[in-house]
């Protein structure tokens, strides 16, 4: 196998042609991609052959195209036979299936973005796959001790509406828990 040297190029996006063949059906996740292209910026390249035609990169062009970028960086295939072209377009998204997740590291990863107030939609998960990852595992809920609250804090009447809910402070309760809230932490 010979490694060839990658030369990136600028290309006008109208000299683009999608690949009319292409079997990915990604029209409904466009503007996640636009979204991911405002924060980021367009750092993948698209490949194509000299003709325009698209090798890979179809759902970051639509996406370009959505935001009226001009020209986006692309890296030239020319060296690849036919069927080497078909066979790689097959194999790039074929391969984001092939990997599993440590979903401990994921979960970890997430909750730094979150802790950061980065925006989580960005990250390319949905709504519901962020929520499991970003609860709290059951392995830690069964690890944590239990807490019991002061008996200095509890609440004089437990059943009364919250708004007539009234704590009863035994003197001395603040230098042991120092919270006036129906239970400690």
């Given at each position: 196998?010979?490694?060839?040297?990658?030369?990136?190029?600028?290309?006008?996006?109208?000299?683009?042609?999608?690949?009319?063949?292409?079997?990915?059906?990604?029209?409904?996740?466009?503007?996640?991609?636009c979204s991911s292209i405002r924060e980021f910026g367009f750092k993948i390249p698209v490949l194509a052959r000299s003709d325009g035609e698209v090798v890979d990169g179809h759902l970051r062009l639509k996406a370009a195209r959505k935001l009226r970028i001009e020209e986006v960086p692309l890296i030239l295939c020319d060296e690849w036979t036919p069927a080497q072209v078909k066979a790689f377009r097959l194999m790039?998204?074929?391969?984001?299936?092939?990997?599993?997740?440590?979903?401990?590291?994921?979960?970890?990863?997430?909750?730094?973005?979150?802790?950061?107030?980065?925006?989580?939609?960005?990250?390319?998960?949905?709504?519901?796959?962020?929520?499991d990852l970003l609860a709290e595992p059951e392995w830690a809920r069964r690890s944590r001790p239990v807490r019991e609250p002061w008996p200095c804090c509890l609440p004089s009447a437990s059943r009364a509406p919250l708004r007539a809910r009234r704590l009863r402070r035994a003197p001395g309760c603040a230098p042991r828990c120092g919270s006036m809230r129906p239970w400690c932490s």
């Amino acid at each position: 196998m010979q490694m060839m040297a990658t030369h990136i190029e600028q290309w006008p996006i109208d000299k683009l042609v999608f690949y009319a063949r292409n079997p990915r059906r990604n029209d409904a996740v466009v503007d996640r991609m636009c979204s991911s292209i405002r924060e980021f910026g367009f750092k993948i390249p698209v490949l194509a052959r000299s003709d325009g035609e698209v090798v890979d990169g179809h759902l970051r062009l639509k996406a370009a195209r959505k935001l009226r970028i001009e020209e986006v960086p692309l890296i030239l295939c020319d060296e690849w036979t036919p069927a080497q072209v078909k066979a790689f377009r097959l194999m790039v998204n074929r391969s984001v299936t092939w990997a599993a997740w440590d979903e401990e590291l994921l979960a970890l990863e997430m909750q730094e973005l979150n802790a950061a107030d980065f925006d989580l939609s960005l990250t390319g998960f949905d709504p519901k796959e962020l929520d499991d990852l970003l609860a709290e595992p059951e392995w830690a809920r069964r690890s944590r001790p239990v807490r019991e609250p002061w008996p200095c804090c509890l609440p004089s009447a437990s059943r009364a509406p919250l708004r007539a809910r009234r704590l009863r402070r035994a003197p001395g309760c603040a230098p042991r828990c120092g919270s006036m809230r129906p239970w400690c932490s």
